[in-house]
Nanobody
Framework: QVQLVESGGGLVQPGGSLRLSCVAS????????AAWYRQAPGKERELVVS???????NYKESAMGRFTISRDNAKNTVYLQMNSLKPEDTAVYYC????????????????WGQGTQVTVSS
């Protein structure tokens, strides 16, 4: 019923920037809360940043000052602007969202995207 599709990953040199997008499609009434996670090879998935329904944010310490999460409610899209990228930012980045499903009862659903690879290397 609901899908999250990430895009914007790729290969970038240290110090470069990338902007990830996460579009919620299907029977989506609204995105309530959302987050970006990442998983590096051999490591557990970790929270990078989250945003709640009122726009409140919570950043992983290493992302503060470099990454910015934002949302466009009209487009059911969440973004992650990543600046000053470092090799240790290399990972698969996953979008997570709790959405209100556009059916009569309007239930909430937690959804994960398929992930997008970010590689920071010279």
């Amino acid at each position: 019923q609901v899908q999250l599709v990430e895009s914007g990953g790729g290969l970038v040199q240290p110090g470069g920037s990338l902007r990830l997008s996460c579009v919620a499609s299907g029977l989506v009434f609204s995105i309530n809360e959302a987050a970006w996670y990442r998983q590096a090879p051999g490591k557990e998935r970790e929270l990078v940043v989250s945003i709640d329904s009122r726009g409140g944010t919570n950043y992983k310490e290493s992302a503060m000052g470099r990454f910015t999460i934002s949302r466009d409610n009209a487009k059911n899209t969440v973004y992650l602007q990543m600046n000053s990228l470092k090799p240790e930012d290399t990972a698969v980045y996953y979008c997570y969202a709790v959405v209100t499903v556009a059916t009569l009862s309007k239930p909430q659903a937690a959804v994960w995207g398929q992930g997008t690879q970010v590689t920071v290397s010279s």
